[in-house]
């Protein structure tokens, strides 16, 4: 197995790259965020501007660490090798709540959720026994599994030629994806959330902490917890 060090800081190569390439006043782009962005997305007719980008990250993609990266994070994606004459584009933004990893910051949701600061954004409040077994365990650390919003970003291009798409092409937008088409291209941005009507965004508190949203969801894998909690709420149990 190779031990491979980590040579190119792909992130910051990414933010060189786009604003390398990009002619802001008429290319269509996207930035995840207004300043400090981390992800992008640049579409462009531009043969020149392709060409920075291939230069700029030419050493990169030559490397071991790209070629043995298990998820592509930069994507450069030349139209012109297909014989087209229109390319849809299609960013789609899809909010999703993911557990977060981090102990410490499990442990400042908790000491948050716990007092009287705490502020509900979304969802629903949380179920009085919830809170009672939630409060008679002091305010355990694993008593909720908290979620963060994320957001993922997905490219759909429908490449296509006598009125027929001829290539469909979908990739993850990661730190940068560079789209070159010499064709008219059509570009939108689509957002969407989860869609069952037992998500749990509907079913459970989301509280704003620190200018983030994060999920509290009842860690009913833990036995006692549940068992607990269902003998305070039913009398018969």
């Keep these: 197995m190779k031990n491979i060090k980590n040579k190119f800081k792909i992130s910051e190569l990414a933010n060189e790259a786009f604003y390398s390439c990009v002619d802001l006043g008429s290319d269509k782009y996207f930035k995840n965020k207004p300043l400090d962005a981390t992800k992008f997305l640049l579409v462009t007719n531009k043969e020149s501007a392709f060409n920075v980008g291939q230069f700029k990250l030419k050493d990169y993609f030559n490397s071991d660490e790209y070629a043995d990266a298990t998820q592509k994070r930069i994507h450069l994606i030349d139209l012109d090798e297909y014989d087209h004459d229109y390319v849809a584009i299609k960013l789609c933004l899809t909010k999703k709540y993911k ?139």
């Design 99 to 237: 557990t977060i990893s981090s102990h410490s910051l499990n442990h400042e949701l908790i000491k948050y959720v716990s007092s009287d600061d705490a502020e509900m954004v979304k969802g629903v409040a949380m179920d009085a026994f919830v809170r009672k077994g939630f409060e008679d365990h002091y305010f355990n650390d694993d008593y909720f599994k908290f979620q963060e919003i994320k957001m993922e970003y997905r490219i759909r291009i429908s490449v296509v030629k006598n009125r027929k798409v001829i290539k469909n092409i979908r990739v993850n937008m990661g730190y940068l994806t560079m789209i070159h088409t010499s064709k008219p291209f059509d570009y939108q941005e689509t957002e969407s959330e989860e869609k069952l009507a037992t998500r749990a965004s509907v079913c459970n508190p989301i509280y704003r902490y620190k200018g983030n949203d994060y999920m509290a969801v009842f860690n009913e894998s833990n036995k006692h917890y549940k068992d607990y909690v269902k003998k305070i709420s039913d009398p018969n149990y």
